[in-house]
């Protein structure tokens, strides 16, 4: 017999969340906050809420309209966890959805007094029958995502207890219990998306993230505008990992040290780096080929989720490629 319980839907965008309302006959919402970008550090919902708006804004009326975006998003989540309804949460295995959903299983295992009687299923995939390249959930059709239905399986109380110790981690601002998840867990996907995350720290070889060193790779045979220079630097990832804008966020940085590594013309003020020329500097080429060191000659400033990356030449946590590791110069 079809249970009667109210069903609440948690996707990871309005693309994806748009397709299964064609066909779910229940309420449908979106969690959709890149928390890899930016300081993920504040505390209670007041001041997570007005330090993620802050970063996704650019200041004004729209930091309390985002950040009432933000509440709104989970207070939906937690009245519909209070009145006992299901709860199925669609991710995909890329680090910007490993992120929400460990964040979300969290949230929904403090709401709950005990975590085994809340009734939460997952589909998480990282693959779809057909497609050549599987991008995510908003590229499959309704009657795609509809054979997933049957494929939920039960949140179990290990996953519950590996998403918080993940999301706790992620939000420390030691960096060092995040280093220690990236391998298999209750959560198959997880550890290589975590993986993915602390390469975007500063390398040991030249102080480039994972993502800048793409972008001077992909500029070192030429000069493209910025909504090439996104997709191909996409290319260059096993799984999806950053948005156009975040990636154009990670050009304009190169561009704006004291010593640019790149250059855009005509010059931006704003976020869209569309129509615009970028071409990588000498000085580039040289941080590219592991001559010199971007942090040194730069600087840093930049969060990765709890942990600030601040100094005028020199960082502490650094990404050393070789070893596949996280590392601290710091005695």
Not at 277 to 293: K, N, S
Request: aromatic share 6%.
């Amino acid at each position: 017999m079809k249970s009667t319980v109210p069903t609440l839907h948690i996707t990871n965008g309005d693309s994806a969340a748009g397709t299964l309302r064609t066909f779910l006959p229940d309420p449908v919402v979106i969690t959709a906050d890149p928390l890899f970008d930016g300081p993920a550090s504040a505390g209670d919902d007041d001041a997570w809420y007005a330090q993620r708006a802050r970063q996704l804004t650019t200041g004004g009326d729209s930091v309390r309209h985002v950040g009432a975006q933000l509440a709104a998003w989970d207070r939906a989540v937690d009245d519909a966890v209070r009145r006992g309804d299901e709860i199925v949460l669609w991710f995909e295995h890329d680090l910007f959805d490993q992120l929400l959903l460990i964040r979300m299983i969290d949230r929904i295992g403090r709401v709950v007094a005990r975590k085994e009687t809340a009734a939460v299923s997952l589909i998480c995939i990282d693959r779809f029958p057909g497609i050549d390249r599987f991008i995510g959930l908003g590229q499959l059709s309704a009657a795609q995502l509809a054979t997933l239905v049957d494929r939920k399986a039960p949140v179990t109380a290990a996953q519950f207890d590996h998403a918080s110790v993940a999301w706790a981690a992620f939000r420390a601002d030691d960096p060092t219990a995040l280093a220690g998840l990236t391998g298999s867990g209750p959560l198959p996907f997880l550890g290589a998306a975590l993986q993915r995350f602390l390469q975007e720290y500063p390398s040991t070889r030249n102080g480039l993230s994972r993502s800048a060193q793409q972008v001077l790779q992909v500029l070192d045979d030429g000069s493209m505008d910025g909504d090439r220079l996104f997709i191909a630097t996409q290319q260059l990832e096993e799984s999806p990992f950053i948005g156009d804008w975040g990636l154009f966020d990670v050009v304009r940085l190169l561009g704006s040290g004291a010593v640019p590594l790149v250059t855009i013309i005509p010059p931006s003020d704003g976020v869209d780096l569309r129509g615009h020329a970028v071409a990588i500097t000498d000085a580039g080429r040289e941080v590219r080929a592991g001559r010199r060191d971007c942090v040194a000659l730069n600087g840093i400033d930049q969060w990765r989720g709890g942990v600030h990356l601040l100094g005028e030449r020199t960082v502490r946590w650094r990404w050393d490629d070789a070893r596949q590791t996280l590392i601290s110069l710091k005695a």
